[in-house]
């Protein structure tokens, strides 16, 4: 019987639990693995944005660094997690 009632005051600290992983944990693990997918899948030629909000197109890209062609003969190195997002249309 005792054992019921210590089990009773666990019980809103494991919904708690519940709630907090399906609200907060969950949906940034899905977003990290989108985010992880996209920079796996960024190839040469792609139009992209990054962090700082710098448009331009991938004309090299390495394991860890890319070469971002943003002007005519101007091109800038960044690091490959510097990108925000791939963008799609002219402007985006």
Same mark, same amino acid.
């Given at each position: +019987?005792?054992?019921?009632?210590? !089990?009773? $005051?666990?019980? =809103? !600290? /494991? @919904? @708690?639990? &519940? /709630?907090? %992983?399906? *609200?907060?944990?969950? =949906?940034?693990?899905?977003?990290?693995?989108?985010? #992880?997918? +996209?920079?796996?899948?960024?190839?040469k030629g792609?139009? /992209?944005?990054t962090? $700082?909000g710098? %448009?331009? &197109?991938?004309?090299?890209?390495?394991? #860890? &660094? /890319?070469? !971002?062609?943003?002007?005519?003969? *101007?091109?800038?190195? %960044?690091?490959?997690?510097?990108?925000?997002?791939?963008v799609q249309?002219?402007?985006?």
């Open positions: +019987m005792e054992a019921l009632g210590n !089990l009773q $005051g666990f019980i =809103p !600290l /494991i @919904l @708690l639990f &519940v /709630i907090f %992983y399906f *609200l907060l944990i969950r =949906p940034q693990q899905k977003q990290q693995k989108q985010r #992880k997918e +996209m920079l796996k899948n960024v190839k792609d139009r /992209i944005v962090i $700082g710098v %448009y331009g &197109v991938i004309k090299e890209i390495d394991e #860890k &660094v /890319i070469s !971002l062609n943003v002007a005519d003969k *101007l091109n800038l190195k %960044y690091a490959r997690a510097a990108i925000e997002r791939i249309g002219e402007n985006e």
